[in-house]
């Protein structure tokens, strides 16, 4: 199985702030790479697939690069919606792995 | 409108049955792969189960012999059959379509698994 290891596992940070958020992979996944994001008692969002492709409808803040087993999630400039949880997980062979979340906190 | 509506969980004792549906509108649950997805309470998300527009399917280790995910076409539903259930089972189980720009979530519903 594919093991996808996020850091930080949480991160204090402000609004307006810069904040990269990586991920790393077991194995290569040449860019199947997705990541979510997850408030309280939702169900997961899409942000970013094919490790930098922005979903529709999400904001351009949002932004992801990486190929390989290297992957980073950057937010630009953070808004108050954006404190959440985020995951990223590989969907390049089964079972689809997630990593185990970073918790984004307002400092 | 795409939806995903979840339905069937509840409060098993260890061993028992649960199982779970997914109701979809707005697309056909054959022509896209569909997964299941749980996330124990507190916990990280963890993918359980693929359901392959051809037919094939995948489990992760820990469920393999006592899940089994399948589709009604007739009625545009996707399943978790459930069986020996163990305490670790307790989680909210999400359908999910795709992991791609053709993603789609359910809400989620609660399996509790408790003596």
């Known amino acids: 199985d594919i093991q996808m290891t996020q850091s930080p596992s949480s991160l204090s940070a402000s609004v307006g702030d810069r904040v990269t958020i990586t991920c790393r992979a077991s194995?290569?996944?040449?860019?199947?790479l997705n990541w979510y994001q997850q408030k309280p008692g939702k169900a997961p969002k899409l942000l970013i697939y094919g490790a930098s492709s922005l979903q529709s409808g999400v904001p351009s803040r949002f932004s992801g690069s990486g190929s390989g087993t290297e992957f980073t999630l950057t937010i630009s400039s953070l808004q108050p919606a954006d404190f959440a949880t985020y995951f990223c997980q590989q969907s390049y062979s089964t079972p689809y792995t997630f990593g185990q979340g970073t918790k984004l906190e307002i400092k | 409108e795409v939806q995903l509506v979840e339905s069937g969980g509840g409060f098993v004792q260890p061993g028992g049955s649960l199982r779970l549906s997914c109701a979809a509108s707005?697309?056909?649950?054959?022509?896209?792969?569909m997964s299941w997805v749980r996330q124990a309470p507190g916990k990280g998300l963890e993918w359980v189960s693929v359901?392959?527009?051809?037919?094939?399917?995948a489990y992760t280790d820990s469920v393999k012999g006592r899940f089994t995910i399948s589709r009604d076409n007739s009625k545009n539903t996707l399943y978790l059959q459930m069986n020996s259930l163990r305490p670790e089972d307790t989680a909210v189980y999400y359908c999910a379509r795709e992991f791609n720009k053709n993603d789609f979530w359910g809400q989620g519903t609660l399996v509790t698994v408790s003596s």
């Open positions: 707005g697309f056909l649950v054959s022509t896209y792969y």
């Open positions: 194995q290569t996944i040449s860019n199947y």
């Open positions: 359901l392959y527009s051809g037919g094939s399917t």
